[in-house]
């Protein structure tokens, strides 16, 4: 069972360079979420979405962009990378259908250092 | 907008204890879900527990319990009987299920939480 798939497991990025974290579910889930969590802190919502072609910003999406053209794809892209994005990254999904109640699984998260 | 607050950045516990996590939360939601994870040092996020903002009885789920005070918007998570496998970082979550928040799970800062023998 793969879950929920996040590549890659760790990265270093150039100040200004830009790259893709992939994220993938096998679980046919509506929702997917991106996160961020700096050291020793909580999870930020980055950005969000329902379903496929439906995506919505969460708390910092500054930085960010996202698409899911399919239900299992969900990346999350980095434009002119900046030291302030190093963290470790964790795509979550959902499955929604009419309650708040089911619980998100996690990848296992991307660590990427900005130098 | 929905805020969830945890304000015990630590905790120190002894094994075979019991162990109150706070969370309070804000929403103006009419319906919610309120969720615990555990993030252990190797950095996987476990589920553990789930309240819905309309369920009558407090969720258990073996030694976790979740005390819901919706007047008081508070979801304390208890773990009874700790254990050293028990030591990680808690964080309580939320996601609301109304139009400007449908689905959005946010957390808050976390409790770190060290089982001593």
């Known amino acids: 069972n793969a879950g929920v798939t996040q590549t890659p497991k760790f990265r270093i990025l150039k100040i200004g360079q830009s790259m893709t974290l992939q994220c993938t579910q096998d679980?046919?889930?509506?929702?997917m979420y991106w996160y961020r969590q700096d050291p020793g802190m909580g999870l930020k919502l980055i950005y969000y979405?329902?379903?496929?072609?439906?995506?919505d910003k969460g708390e910092v999406p500054n930085g960010y962009n996202v698409s899911r053209s399919t239900t299992e794809d969900f990346p999350l892209r980095l434009e002119l990378a900046a030291p302030s994005q190093t963290s470790v990254y964790f795509c979550?999904?959902?499955?929604?259908?009419?309650?708040?109640?089911?619980?998100?699984?996690f990848g296992q998260g991307t660590r990427l250092t900005v130098v | 907008a929905q805020k969830i607050t945890q304000t015990q950045p630590g905790m120190f516990v002894q094994e075979k204890e019991a162990v109150t996590l706070d969370c309070t939360y804000d929403?103006?939601?009419?319906?919610?879900?309120l969720f615990w994870y555990k993030q252990p040092s190797s950095g996987e996020m476990i589920f553990l527990i789930y309240?819905?903002?309309?369920?009558?009885q407090n969720a258990t789920e073996g030694r976790y319990s979740l005390n819901f005070q919706k007047a008081r918007k508070s979801a304390n998570l208890v773990i009874s009987a700790s254990q050293l496998g028990d030591s990680a970082m808690y964080f309580c979550?939320?996601?609301?299920?109304?139009?400007?928040?449908?689905?959005?799970?946010?957390f808050g800062a976390g409790t770190q939480v060290v089982v001593t023998p």
């Open positions: 979550a999904s959902s499955v929604l259908t009419g309650t708040p109640n089911t619980e998100a699984f």
């Open positions: 679980m046919n889930h509506n929702y």
């Open positions: 309240q819905g903002s309309y369920d009558q």
């Open positions: 929403t103006s939601d009419p319906s919610y879900g």
């Open positions: 979550a939320m996601r609301g299920w109304a139009a400007d928040s449908w689905g959005k799970l946010q």
């Open positions: 979405s329902v379903g496929a072609g439906i995506t």
